[in-house]
């Protein structure tokens, strides 16, 4: 009776000439037929009531009825563009915003395979009203396991985008949705947007969800902290993770094919989500059609910084260096903990994974790094050396763009930053951190009591990070304990004894052009400078030189080094006997 019912309603969809004939039975001269007519068709008056008020069809806003003054004055109408879905035609609604889910991405069988997500398949194919929450930061991450989901349940898929507020949406989606026998997904949109930290800048919080009344299983994805369910609906979490190894190198083996070896070279150094592997891989492929070059590892690198970059904060800043460990000259043991802190990425699959370490010690993925030491010893440059043995990009965040004087805002800065490295897979670096991390104790005024807030925000998130983080600081004594005890690696940079200054000088200055190379020992043995005074007067003395003759005598050095005692306040100790200072620079 149900199926004649929606027939009878979409019959003035199908002819014109029915609609007139329908037009002329309805006391309304309304082109739809009236309860009354689908009464004296059927015979079951009751039976029609019941199917009115809660059958199927209604509940699922496919069959809608028509205001008028009595009950069966009222018309029966199919829902907006439904009668054409009906037909086979992929028709919907004008006001709809549609949201294709895609295919599913290879390198989900292992997440499938997970018991929460195993009973999301079941709810997928069970008629139950069920609301599936998809747990996922990214959007895209979170459309690929709805389409994995629906997949394995074997039905498809359709997806809507409307506030969750927006219940004529809702009843359209759910409508379409049975027609097509397929799983309806509602992506909640947020006054900001769908960005991952759209979902408080809507102003009044959560976004409350009530699906009271929608019959069978919704998938629904909304922004971080952008929802709250309510109402009277088993809620059903799905998570997004993990992926093991194995499958995101599966990922990466079908987004870009290539020599043996190369899927598990792709997936140490991006271990990106399945999603946006495959993401990466078309990208690389359409470039590669328009360039007519390879599609490798190298272009991968270069999409993925592109798709970031797109996304990048203020403050924050995306560079490839290449900078050797050869540039850094530290002593034994902080050279030794840079190098274990890279060694850490490498290893990552066997300890964490093969030995177990993710379960019996908790251990993640990321590692942690505080450099410390005066102004000048080498610690940001340390950070391009770290990134550039990981290869990795660097992803630089200047730290007093990210403080805000507003309240709350530093945290949702700092939330951005550390979910933009975690999708690049990028070295991220905090540099002259201290700004965040000052000691929790002293908490005198408004302000200082809001940067601890900060502090208790960055210490949970920094726990969670899974890349490397690098912070550097001036002061190790301001640092809160809390801190150092979250750091896989706390790296004392001292100032450089007189051999590792004569290798400074040597570094940093050419080795053709200089007049007399003792000279820079005996400059190492006189001045117990930083590497960043070397450094910058190793600079200034070669542009001295450019302009006299070319050659690096070492009064361009002297004089280039006396201004960075000036620079700094400092009185100069004056020149050592056996320089020629002033004086022959004249001649
Ligand atoms: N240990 C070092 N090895 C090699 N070069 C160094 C070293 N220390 C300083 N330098 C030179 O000085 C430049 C500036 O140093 P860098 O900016 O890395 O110091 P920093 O410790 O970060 O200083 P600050 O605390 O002021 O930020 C470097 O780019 C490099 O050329
Ligand atoms: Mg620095």
């Known amino acids: 009776m149900e199926t004649d019912l929606l027939l009878l309603a979409g019959l003035p969809e199908e002819h014109e000439g029915l609609a007139d004939t329908f037009r002329s039975m309805n006391p309304r001269s309304e ?69 294709d889910v895609g295919a599913v991405p290879p390198g989900l069988d292992g997440w499938l395979a997970l018991p929460q997500v195993r009973h999301a398949v079941r709810a997928l194919g069970s008629a139950d009203a069920r609301t599936l929450l998809v747990a996922a930061a990214d959007e895209t991450i979170a459309l690929s396991r709805c389409a994995a989901l629906a997949h394995a349940a074997g039905r498809p898929v359709v997806g809507v985008r409307a506030a969750a507020d927006d219940r004529a949406a809702i009843t ?30 809507a102003g009044g919080g959560p976004a409350r969800l009530d699906l009271t009344g929608v019959p069978g299983p919704v998938l629904v994805w909304a922004p971080s902290m952008a929802l709250r369910p309510a109402g009277q609906r088993p809620l059903l979490g799905v998570p997004s993770g993990p992926v093991p190894v194995e499958d995101r190198r599966t990922a990466w083996r079908a987004a870009l094919p290539g020599p043996p070896g190369q899927d598990a070279a792709l997936t140490a150094r991006h271990p990106l989500d399945p999603a946006l592997t495959a993401a990466v891989g078309e990208d690389v492929r359409s470039l590669s059609r328009l360039s007519g070059t390879g599609a490798g590892p190298r272009e991968a690198t270069e999409t993925i910084r592109c798709r970031a970059g797109a996304e990048l904060p203020d403050g924050v800043r995306l560079s490839s260096p290449a900078a050797g460990w050869d540039r850094l000259v530290l002593p034994g043991e902080p050279a030794a903990q840079l190098r274990d802190a890279v060694a850490r990425l490498e290893h990552s699959a066997l300890v964490l994974d093969e030995w177990g370490l993710r379960e019996r010690a908790r251990a993640g993925h990321g590692v942690r790094l505080l450099l410390t030491g005066a102004p000048g010893t080498g610690k940001s440059l340390a950070a391009e050396v770290i990134a550039t043995a990981a290869g990795t990009d660097l992803m630089a965040v200047d730290v007093s763009q990210v403080v805000s004087k507003w309240l709350g805002e530093t945290e949702k800065n700092l939330a951005a930053i550390f979910d933009a490295a975690e999708r690049v897979q990028a070295v991220l670096l905090l540099d002259e951190a201290d700004a965040l991390f000052a000691a929790r104790t002293a908490i005198s005024g408004a302000h200082d009591r809001w940067a601890n807030l900060e502090t208790a925000y960055l210490l949970q998130r ?18 809160d304990p809390a801190f150092l005890r979250r750091m896989d690696f706390v790296v004392e940079f001292p ?17 053709r052009p200089i007049a007399d190379d003792s000279a820079l020992d ?54 050592p006997a056996g320089i020629a200072g002033d004086r022959e620079e004249q001649s």
């Open 495 to 511: 100032l450089p004894d007189e051999a590792r200054r004569r290798e400074l000088w040597r570094l940093h200055l050419p080795a």
């Open 31 to 99: 082109p739809t037929p009236t309860i009354g007519l689908a009464a004296l068709l059927t015979g079951d008056r009751a039976g029609l009531r019941r199917l009115l008020a809660q059958g199927p069809a209604v509940r699922h806003g496919m069959l809608r009825l028509t205001d008028g003054p009595t009950f069966h004055e009222r018309g029966l109408i199919v829902a907006d563009r439904l009668w054409d879905a009906l037909a086979g035609h992929d028709a919907w609604p004008e006001h709809l915003s549609r949201v």
């Open 172 to 201: 359209a989606l759910v409508a379409h949705a049975a027609a097509r026998d397929a799983v309806p997904l509602l992506v909640v949109e947020t006054a900001g947007g769908t960005g991952t930290t759209g979902g408080e800048a």
């Open 462 to 479: 920094m726990d969670r990070f899974d890349g490397m983080a690098v912070l550097t600081s001036n002061l190790r004594a301001n640092i």
């Open 522 to 575: 005996l400059l190492a043995s006189v001045y117990p400078v930083p590497g960043a005074w070397i450094r910058n007067a190793a600079v200034a003395a070669a542009f001295l030189a450019a302009q006299d003759g070319a050659t690096i005598r070492p009064a361009h050095l002297i004089k280039a080094l006396a201004r960075e005692y000036a620079k700094a306040g400092r009185p100069f100790p004056g020149v």
